[in-house]
T-cell receptor
């Protein structure tokens, strides 16, 4: 069964450092998302991406965050200068249908720990 | 902004007992999805509801979308230990939006 893959599974970084989280969505999907989940809390929407551009972003997704689809297969989330409160599990998801009507397939997540 | 709340936050049941989680949105939704997240895992899609008053069943799971499309519920009959995890609803407002807003989740613990 096709799946979304994410790397790294865990990253520890110092506050102020840049972090890049990588995702390989399911190959025929066109809609991509990043969500994050602080331990034990709800899954928070960060950004959606379609046709090589951001279609929506949340208030959390400020200028420190950026996304890119550099080569047609990878989908990356960059945090320019990490803060302690960025510590969370970051989930990438993809779907075949847009408009929030399609099933989201989530990767296993990248746990980010900012010290 | 749009908020989606679930109650209860946590439910502990004996195996074989029933379980229900309720999802309430501050805004009318065009559709609602349900996901299950096992401890340490990632959300996995269960079902989508689109029509007002819609009811769907998956074996012992029954999903309902309210008439006003602002609330939903998931009921599990005779829970099994394999059903432990957090159940999230996720709703989309109408209009030109792709984003699914996840509810606060209900953690289900099942004691054998």
């Amino acid at each position: 069964e096709p799946e979304v893959t994410q790397t790294p599974s865990h990253q520890v970084t110092q506050m102020g450092q840049e972090v890049i989280l990588r995702c390989v969505p399911i190959s025929n999907h066109l809609y991509f998302y990043w969500y994050r989940q602080i331990l034990g809390q709800k899954v928070e929407f960060l950004v959606s991406f379609y046709n090589n551009e951001i279609s929506e972003k949340s208030e959390i997704f400020d200028d420190q965050f950026s996304v890119e689809r550099p080569d047609g297969s990878n989908f990356t989330l960059k945090i320019r200068s990490t803060k302690l409160e960025d510590s969370a599990m970051y989930f990438c998801a993809s779907s075949a249908q847009g408009g929030g009507t399609g099933e989201l397939f989530f990767g296993e997540g990248s746990r980010l720990t900012v010290l | 902004g749009q908020q989606v709340m679930q109650i209860p936050q946590y439910q502990h049941v004996q195996e074989g007992e029933d379980f229900t989680t309720y999802c309430n949105s501050s805004t009318t939704l065009s559709n609602i999805q349900w996901y299950k997240q096992r401890p340490g895992g990632h959300p996995v899609f269960l079902i989508q509801l689109v029509k007002s008053g819609e009811v769907k069943k998956q074996k012992r799971l029954t999903f309902q979308f309210g008439e006003a499309k602002k609330n939903s519920s998931l009921h599990i009959t005779a829970t099994q230990t394999t059903e432990v995890g957090t159940y999230f609803c996720a709703g989309r407002r109408g209009g030109a939006t792709n984003k699914l807003i996840f509810g606060t989740g209900t953690l289900l613990a099942v004691q054998p």
